[in-house]
T-cell receptor
Framework: KAGVTQTPRYLIKTRGQQVTLSCSPISGHRSVSWYQQTPGQGLQFLFEYFSETQRNKGNFPGRFSGRQFSNSRSEMNVSTLELGDSALYLC?????????????FGQGTRLTVV | AQSVSQHNHHVILSEAASLELGCNYSYGGTVNLFWYVQYPGQHLQLLLKYFSGDPLVKGIKGFEAEFIKSKFSFNLRKPSVQWSDTAEYFCAVHSGNTGKLIFGQGTTLQVKP
């Protein structure tokens, strides 16, 4: 079956702009989480969605937001981009929330802010 | 706050050498533990996982890990590494009723042919 699909793969944006990233989870998976990966900070949790509801949020400013649709696809939005937002953004898909489920990751979207 | 610590940031080995990467976490409750690998230019892939039961878990490509609850550790091992094992390795912990994974800082493994 198809894995986690993230689009686009690469993005270049200018400071101050906003960006929307998309994630399609594995079919049947209802939990989608987002992570930011940078060389300095490693992998940091952004937020998690399940059944169109945000269940958990990491320690990121309000410029980072997301949503989930009824088909479990998710988008994340970053407004007023800053140079420090340059990163690889990863989406993870899980069958459900709770323990004893594993996360499957997409290829990521490489965002460069100039 | 929960945290995950990986002891080695950069490891260089020759082919056929044995590998052990350390991982310690701080959380007193029930945890799920994972090791992920990220090959150059590729996405994070699950190497192995521990949910419960036998603390010695076997994963793909000859990797194994041992969960030692008393030491809050989940070290990754491989008896004989190959050049193709060159990658970045991440230890991660999951606890509670959310999907949040807490990752270690990662260990870059370079295997010399």
């Amino acid at each position: 079956k198809a894995g986690v699909t993230q689009t686009p793969r690469y993005l270049i944006k200018t400071r101050g702009q906003q960006v929307t990233l998309s994630c399609s989870p594995i079919s049947g998976h209802r939990s989608v989480s987002w992570y930011q990966q940078t060389p300095g900070q490693g992998l940091q949790f952004l937020f998690e969605y399940f059944s169109e509801t945000q269940r958990n949020k990491g320690n990121f400013p309000g410029r980072f937001s997301g949503r989930q649709f009824s088909n479990s696809r998710s988008e994340m939005n970053v407004s007023t981009l800053e140079l420090g937002d340059s990163a690889l953004y990863l989406c993870a898909s899980r069958l459900s929330v709770g323990m004893n489920t594993e996360a499957f990751f997409g290829q990521g979207t490489r965002l460069t802010v100039v | 706050a929960q945290s995950v610590s990986q002891h080695n940031h950069h490891v260089i080995l020759s082919e056929a050498a044995s590998l052990e990467l350390g991982c310690n976490y701080s959380y007193g409750g029930t945890v799920n533990l994972f090791w992920y690998v990220q090959y150059p230019g590729q996405h994070l892939q699950l190497l192995l996982k521990y949910f419960s039961g036998d603390p010695l878990v076997k994963g793909i490509k000859g990797f194994e890990a041992e969960f030692i609850k008393s030491k809050f550790s989940f070290n990754l091992r491989k008896p004989s590494v190959q050049w193709s094992d060159t990658a970045e390795y991440f230890c991660a912990v999951h606890s509670g009723n959310t999907g949040k994974l807490i990752f270690g800082q990662g260990t870059t493994l370079q295997v010399k042919p």
